[in-house]
T-cell receptor
Framework: GQQVMQIPQYQHVQEGEDFTTYCNSSTTLSNIQWYKQRPGGHPVFLIQLVKSGEVKKQKRLTFQFGEAKKNSSLHITATQTTDVGTYFCAVNDYKLSFGAGTTVTVRA | ETGVTQTPRHLVMGMTNKKSLKCEQHLGHNAMYWYKQSAKKPLELMFVYNFKEQTENNSVPSRFSPECPNSSHLFLHLHTLQPEDSALYLC?????????????FGPGTRLTVL
């Protein structure tokens, strides 16, 4: 399956600040999905990107698919304590291949 | 969310025990999946069932035996497990019409092998 790498592995954010997590691949990706897993919870689907250069927004979350379809990013503005969790990107090529995730903690 | 349920939520077993994990989806999906999530490792796909037929076995040891009697139910039978098999086992389902379907996860079974 297609491989994706996520950076950073950990993100410690001051409440109210912005941050970005990245998902990178050495090959062209057919699509990217983003999931969020709260501590003690299970992955929950957030968004899917398919088109080159696609940008989608969900309130304070902005998802972007690179022009070359080899990378994706998730940008969160004005971080809140509810944003705590691990954010995974995944490639769906008739089976999901997950990145290792970015675990986000928030300092109040 | 109650679309995908898993039982039990927690399981402790010895290496000589036999146990089964159960997953049920109420979303009318045609595909079901087993994933393993270990500490500090990416989610690992174990098995895929599409219309009750196994379409993917990701080199999983034979001590894990899946069963899918219908599109709504999925089991994972466990026997002679090793301590390194301790992990969160997640079930998911999707409506597989293309390679871009969304997967819905159950709450998982936290397995500890002593």
């Amino acid at each position: 399956g297609q491989q994706v790498m996520q950076i950073p592995q950990y993100q410690h954010v001051q409440e109210g600040e912005d941050f970005t997590t990245y998902c990178n691949s050495s090959t062209t990706l057919s699509n990217i999905q983003w999931y969020k897993q709260r501590p003690g919870g299970h992955p929950v689907f957030l968004i899917q990107l398919v088109k080159s250069g696609e940008v989608k927004k969900q309130k304070r979350l902005t998802f972007q698919f690179g022009e070359a379809k080899k990378n994706s990013s998730l940008h969160i503005t004005a971080t809140q304590t509810t944003d705590v969790g691990t954010y995974f990107c995944a490639v769906n090529d008739y089976k999901l291949s997950f990145g290792a995730g970015t675990t986000v903690t928030v300092r109040a | 969310e109650t679309g995908v349920t898993q039982t039990p939520r927690h399981l402790v077993m010895g290496m000589t025990n036999k146990k089964s994990l159960k997953c049920e989806q109420h979303l009318g999906h045609n595909a079901m999946y087993w994933y393993k999530q270990s500490a500090k490792k990416p989610l690992e796909l174990m098995f895929v069932y599409n219309f009750k037929e196994q379409t993917e076995n990701n080199s999983v040891p034979s001590r894990f035996s899946p069963e899918c009697p219908n599109s709504s139910h999925l089991f994972l039978h466990l026997h002679t497990l090793q301590p390194e098999d301790s992990a969160l086992y997640l079930c998911a389902s999707s409506q597989r019409t293309s390679g871009t379907d969304t997967q819905y996860f159950g709450p998982g079974t936290r397995l500890t092998v002593l």
